[in-house]
């Protein structure tokens, strides 16, 4: 399985961007990345997903290097809304399942 | 927006009992997943269903797990005999196709309390 490393946890003060990262330096090319969090005591939620090129959508955005060995997600102003666990999975050709990882843990400060 | 349903929210019950757990995927969808989350811990896969077959599961689904579309819209989790051990929070996930490009949508979960 593809894998992934996020730093465990993050801090930032609201309405200010927050840009989380993610190493994946074993994706393979046809591997897309996907974000998701999960607020407390909630399911995982659906964030942004991309496979080469950069990606926007109503909540954040997605940054992918080059050579797609890492990647951002971008939240334009962090709101108290948006503390959470952020996961960055890698979705492999031939397999349905997610594979999360510990995530990482967004404190956003008032 | 449509959103996958669980049901209960919270289930208690005792070691060695049968529990059923519910889900109503999204009514388009295809493609039919159940996550568990220990506290504290990761989210893990434990199987996925697609046209009344178990499509992949991991080491965790063993026998004492099973899995069925009862009809159109359900989808449950059956623990057979349950043990300490899958006291969780359980996720039903699905997904309108298996494309590497879609997206799998999540319940809230049902939190499994296993005495």
């Known amino acids: 399985d593809a894998k992934t490393t996020q730093p465990n946890s993050m801090e930032s003060n609201e309405e200010e961007p927050v840009h989380l990262p993610c190493n994946h330096s074993?994706?393979?090319?046809?591997?897309?990345i996907h974000w998701y969090r999960q607020l407390p005591s909630q399911g995982p939620e659906y964030v942004i997903h991309g496979l080469t090129s950069n990606v926007n959508n109503r909540m954040a955005s997605l940054a992918i290097a080059e050579d797609r060995k890492s990647s951002t997600l971008i939240l334009h102003r962090a709101t108290l809304r948006d503390a959470a666990v952020y996961y960055c999975i890698l979705i492999t050709s031939g397999t349905y399942k997610y594979i999360f990882g510990t995530g990482t843990r967004l404190k956003v400060l008032a | 927006e449509p959103e996958v349903t669980q049901t209960p929210s919270h289930q208690v019950t005792q070691m060695g009992q049968e529990v059923i757990l519910r889900c109503v995927p999204i009514?388009?969808?295809?493609?039919f997943y159940w996550y568990r989350q220990i506290l504290g811990q990761k989210v893990e896969f434990l199987v996925s269903?697609?046209?009344?077959?178990?499509?992949?599961k991991s080491e965790i689904f063993d026998d004492q797990f099973s899995v069925e579309r009862p009809d159109g819209s359900n989808f449950t989790l059956k623990i057979r005999s349950t043990k300490l051990e899958d006291s969780a929070m359980y996720f039903c996930a699905s997904s309108r196709s298996r494309d590497r490009g879609d997206i799998q949508y999540f319940g809230a979960g049902t939190r499994l309390s296993v005495l």
């Open positions: 269903f697609y046209n009344n077959e178990i499509s992949e």
């Open positions: 074993t994706i393979s090319g046809t591997d897309y």
């Open positions: 009514s388009n969808h295809l493609y």
